[in-house]
């Protein structure tokens, strides 16, 4: 997979330099360079179609919109798998913090409920194949 990336990225950065050319020969034409241009607009067009054909490659491959947004706000892309990242542990945390609180108030409703009821408890722990807690 990550062959089909750098040649993506080999045939964008082709691409971009082709165009900054371009934009140089432009920015000062003279008639003597009308085949450089020439030249340059035909790469240009084969870039794109390189371009296309790897993006027939990576049809499958999705991006999220906020890393768009990162890009446009001038932020690396790479933060938002980093925040991303950081939010889940975040969130991993939370939730394991609520089931040890499940799992305490469990084991204290089990002892309350022995007090309470003892021979439903006993028979509740024959059916779940628990032990007996102690005192």
Known sequence: MAEKFDHLEEH???FVE???QLGIIVSDFQPSSQAGLNQKLNFIVTGLQDIDKCR???HDITVPLEVFEYIDQGRN????TKECLERAI???EQVKGKIDTM???KSLLIQELSKVFPEDMAKYRSIR???H???
């Open 103 to 105: 799992k305490k108030f």
């Open 133 to 135: 807690p102690g005192p």
């Open 90 to 92: 975040a969130k991993n």
């Open 12 to 14: 964008l950065e082709k």
């Open 56 to 58: 027939q490659q990576l």
């Open 77 to 80: 892309p790479q933060l938002y």
């Open 129 to 131: 194949g628990e032990e």
């Open 18 to 20: 082709n165009i900054r």
